[in-house]
């Protein structure tokens, strides 16, 4: 009896490992993604693993960007360098960085992560957004361009990771989380700012400019920008912004086709409508983008928005008075300034005819408008 009882247990033992062998055999078939081996030990968590996968993917694709700039005032001589980051954005060797990293150079050097270098193009800039692509000749085989993920898919609270130089140390692998998303920030080379920023504790330093923020799919979600800091130390203080995976999909095929990208343009200046104004202009609890400005020529101005006529007191505290509030527009409802400004730059089209629905001296009328390019600087 013991030993049948063993001869069955050897049985089920074998049945068992057959099937495992039937199910390896028929999965055999497909063909995985090669990957390298993973280095899980004791102390490797799986996100930890995520990670190394992810640094492993990107990084000989992150480059170190190394520029010459333009003397500034007379008799002064190129030679001050500066540098930043960037990220291989196609096969054909376009690099995408940030406008400010290349701003007045008179040369750029690219270094790859073998620490080959190459002198890059410039091909396109856009100051409204601070990007920029460079162009070089010749791609190293291990740098496989860089995917972007969608942006707008992002949730607080997500791991991210920058890869970049900062300080010119290549290949710096930093991690934090989505701190906040749909910021809207200055781009700081241009009167505009850039909607939608990520905003990220992922440690951002001088050099880390232009470098890619990834998610732990290994998508670029961001362009690392910008940091905010106190008392003009110029270091990470836990804020930082990148530019929207979204936008660069946006804007940079047009900069490689044109060399620009043309925004559309209200021609309005203005701000979220606050309590203080509201009760200066007798509109109660209304929600909206107060006009305080409407630039002469722009498209406002052209389609008769108003913006402030005076200027009246709240509270000891100047505010604006007789401007136009707009609480929609194509339908939509505009709660601050920022969701009209967004709405312009990011789903209409220059051209486009819009809906504003107005509200003027407490009653409310639909106003159509027809956008134009934004002008740029000098103009």
């Not at 003397?71 to 960037?86: E, F, K, Y």
């Not at 990520?198 to 670029?220: H, K, M, R, Y």
């Not at 946006?250 to 309590?275: D, F, H, S």
């Not at 409407?294 to 406002?300: C, I, K």
């Amino acid at each position: 009896m013991f030993r049948s009882r063993i001869l069955m247990a050897l049985a089920v033992v074998l049945i068992v490992a057959a099937a495992c062998t039937a199910q390896s055999s028929s999965t055999a078939t497909l063909t995985p993604m090669p990957t390298r081996a993973p280095v899980y030990g004791p102390a490797i968590t799986n996100q930890e693993q995520s990670l190394i996968e992810v640094y492993r993917r990107a990084n000989p694709a992150v480059v170190n960007i190394t520029v010459v700039l333009a003397a500034q005032g007379l008799g002064a001589q190129d030679g001050n360098m500066a540098q930043g980051s960037g990220f291989l954005y196609d096969a054909e060797g376009r690099i995408v960085t940030n406008n400010h990293v290349v701003d007045g150079a008179t040369r750029v050097e690219v270094t790859f992560a073998d620490g080959s270098t190459q002198t890059a193009r410039v091909l396109g800039v856009d100051p409204d957004t601070d990007l920029a692509v460079l162009d070089v000749d010749t791609v190293l085989p291990d740098a496989q361009p860089l995917p972007l993920g969608d942006s707008d898919a992002l949730e607080v609270g997500q791991s991210v990771a920058a890869i970049g130089n900062p300080f010119g140390l290549e290949g710096t692998l930093t991690v934090g989380v989505v701190s906040a998303a749909g910021r809207v920030v200055p781009s700081g080379l241009s009167q505009f700012s850039i909607p939608q920023m990520i905003q990220t504790d992922a440690a951002i330093n001088p050099g880390n400019s232009g470098g890619p923020l990834l998610n732990l799919l290994g998508e670029v979600v961001g362009v690392n920008t910008q940091i905010q800091t106190a008392d003009g130390v110029r270091a990470n203080a836990g804020v930082g912004f990148a530019v929207p995976s979204n936008i660069v999909a946006r804007v940079a095929p047009a900069l490689i086709a044109e060399g620009k990208y043309t925004w559309p343009w209200l021609g309005v200046r203005g701000g979220t409508l606050t309590p203080a104004i509201a009760q200066a202009n007798g509109l109660g609890e209304t929600r909206g983008a107060y006009i305080a400005e409407t630039l002469p020529g722009g498209p406002a101005d052209k389609a008769g928005l108003r913006g402030a006529t005076r200027e009246g007191e709240v509270g000891g505290l100047p505010v604006p008075v007789g401007g136009d509030v707009v609480t929609a527009i194509d339908g939509q409802p505009v709660r601050a300034f920022d969701d009209l400004l967004e709405y312009v730059a990011l789903r209409a089209r220059v051209g486009q005819t819009v809906q504003l629905t107005v509200l003027r001296d407490g009653r409310e009328q639909a106003m159509n408008i027809t956008l134009e390019a934004r002008p740029r600087e000098g103009e």
